[in-house]
């Protein structure tokens, strides 16, 4: 390298340190959960607090907040009852990355031992998708600001596509809840893992088209593991303010309907953008769920956040109940009690205003208000927007339990073509006591097989379906 060419390269590398923002640091703030009861509680932590955790809270109640260290002093002053969650964030994030030091240095590490980096997740994709070809294709639906891809994997088994349901996963919407991406891929690794040994999975995969995202903000993504592990928003830049756009108030249905849970300014951390999909990031995904519905086979959307511990329902906009609540309490209630088979974990569920607050311009306000699709947002635990890296696969676990009984009301029984030869024997007489067996082994397993009279309102499965099994047995079938 001649001279100038030196000088040019330190010059650029110069630049390059400049434009690197230095990382920001947390020391002494805590991490708290207040509770409060009267109003003049609300308004002294909403003005102390640097940051709440859990959004606009809707106002009186517990939510999660961040206090510098001079600030939680004051607040002390004031008696407000509240739980401290942490007492140093900046320690808190120096941990796991001794702990990501410790994983990497060891032998073998599992893949969801630390929280991996964007080009982790990506060379993770392609191998996924490269050893199994015949079940995972992966796309790219949406560039960010910042020119990342937004990538999508496409799972699901041989066979037409044509009639099958479709879901959607999505996570990392909100870049600082890094254990959400892991998520969305501890689900397509177990899809496509054991998909050959487990017929659980292999009957999931084969019966429904799965469309998951792990990363909605890639952009965000690496700014927080870069250069402030806080930041919620994506990396829009608002010219003489503060960066982002909060990607989960910027869809278009109902968007900034009014300031509760979003916000107009461009420093709130709820910035809803300057218009409804202002934001690159969404766009593709907005055209998957229209064009999935049009197709009639969208059934699910999930939108995979950290960390409120609740699976939540539209809407958000508003505390009026959707005409759905009750099949989405139903559901509500399958899925909870597959996240709580993992390790006990109580999830509650319910409308996301009611339970949790109001917010508007949300994923699954968009989903279900526009194409009467069932959308969620699941809010996994953990105690923090990174919890200790031994949390992560813990927490995968807990997702991938949730979806699967999920997927499993969603799957269309195949209806042998004489439905009382459950068997599907063909020896002569077909329909014998085999079947009563057959059908009574479905029926107590939960098989949706065993929904002879194809309802759709659960219990799917009920004494309706025996009799029905009944008459068709006694009616007969002219052929296997
Ligand atoms: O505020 C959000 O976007 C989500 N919570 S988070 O702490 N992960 O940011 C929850 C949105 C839930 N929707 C309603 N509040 N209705
Ligand atoms: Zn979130």
Redesign the pocket.
Known sequence: MNSRAALAALVLAAGVALAQDAPVRYDGHHAVRVTVSTARQLQTVRALADDIL??EGSGLGTFDVRFSPERFRAFLEAGIPHAVLSDDLQRDIDQIWADDARVRAGDDPSWFATYRSLAEINARIDALVAAFPALATVSTIGTSIQSRPIRMVRVTGPGSTANRPAFIIQSNQ?AR?WVTPHASMFILDRFLETYATDARIRNIVDNIDFYIIPSVNPDGYEYSRTTNNQWRKNRRDNPGSCDGVDL?RNWGFQWGIDNT?SSGSTCSETYRGPAAWSEPEIAGIKSLVDTLAAQGRLKVHWDI??N?QMF?SPW?YTTNPPPDLPLMDSLGAIVQAGLQSVRGTPYPYGQ??VI????NG?TRDYTYGVHGKMAW?L?LGGNAFQPPVSEILPLCHEALAGLLPLAEYYIVPVVPSCFANCDASTASPFLNVNDFTCFTNLFASGDTRANCDASTTPPVLNVNDFTCFLNQFSAGCSAP
């Not at 949790?356 to 917010?359: A, G, M, P, V």
């Open positions: 859990t959004c909100h809840e989960n849970g956040h950290t409120g939540l958000g996301g205003s949790l607050y109001l917010n949300n947002t809010e």
